[in-house]
């Protein structure tokens, strides 16, 4: 071979050191784009969630052979669950009013 390297280990270390480069090269373009891309975490949480619904409503809608069915079986579910919903925010937001209140009472007795 004309104008070919007599040496194999100069071969193997260009090889290697081609690899190498084109190795940072990638490392370095995904770097690149995951800069570009990113990702808001409310957005992601909404997303999961709403795909969550759609996993929750397909299955119901194959337990109970139809979406129509399904929706039904769902509105019954939420009927049954909204005045412990209901009952559960009115008591969160009686303790907060009192934490607030308590706070309040501190920062005027230290002042």
């Known amino acids: 071979m004309v104008?070919?390297?007599l040496d194999d280990d100069a071969t193997f270390s260009s090889d290697a050191m081609e690899k190498a480069d084109l190795r940072e090269a990638y490392e370095r373009g995904r770097r690149d784009e995951r800069g570009r891309?990113?990702?808001h975490p409310l957005g992601m949480t909404?997303?999961?969630a709403a795909a969550?619904?759609?996993v929750v409503v397909l299955g119901l809608a194959l337990m109970h052979?139809?979406?129509g069915a399904a929706g039904a079986a769902m509105d019954q579910g939420l009927q049954i669950a909204e005045p412990v919903a209901s009952q559960a925010a009115v008591n969160a937001?009686?303790?907060?009013r009192d934490a607030a209140d308590q706070a309040r009472t501190k920062t005027a007795n230290a002042g």
Do not use: N, P, Q
Request: glycine share 26%; proline share 0%; charged share 25%.
């Open 3 to 5: 104008g070919g390297r």
């Open 65 to 67: 052979g139809s979406f």
């Open 52 to 54: 969550a619904v759609g």
């Open 93 to 96: 937001g009686a303790r907060i």
């Open 46 to 48: 909404l997303t999961f």
């Open 37 to 39: 891309r990113k990702r």
